[in-house]
């Protein structure tokens, strides 16, 4: 099995920066794509940014745009997310996921089927 293990998270103020990690461990051959998901409460999970395992595709919710930027290390076997300009509206539990699927990039959390933990980032006024 893969593991997926997300470190960074913590409290920030508006307008400020944070770098999330997820390393990965175990079957990593297995992966195609990263992603990073966040969930507030009350919200429904949605889609952050993704990056393909190989390659240099990224992709990016329109939210984020500018703000955010997906990169990997595949000697370490990690996935980043620097976020910059952070809004309260950020605020949320960050999570990284797996896509095993041999398909081109989804935003649909039923194709990433292995996920870690999650992080809270939290952004106050």
């Known amino acids: 099995q893969v593991q997926l293990v997300e470190s960074g998270g913590g409290l920030v103020q508006a307008g400020g920066s944070l770098r999330l990690s997820c390393a990965a461990s175990g079957r990593t051959f297995s992966i195609n794509r990263m992603g990073w998901f966040r969930q507030a409460p009350g919200k429904e999970r949605e889609f952050v940014a993704a990056?393909?395992?190989?390659?240099?595709?990224?992709y990016y919710a329109e939210f984020v745009k500018g703000r955010f930027t997906i990169s990997r290390d595949n000697a370490k076997n990690t996935v980043f997310l620097e976020m910059n300009m952070l809004k309260p509206e950020d605020t949320a539990v960050y999570c990284c996921a797996a896509d095993r699927r041999l398909a081109g990039f989804s935003w649909n959390t039923r194709d990433y089927d292995l996920w870690g933990q999650g992080t809270q980032v939290t952004v106050s006024s």
């Open positions: 990056i393909n395992w190989s390659g240099s595709s990224t």
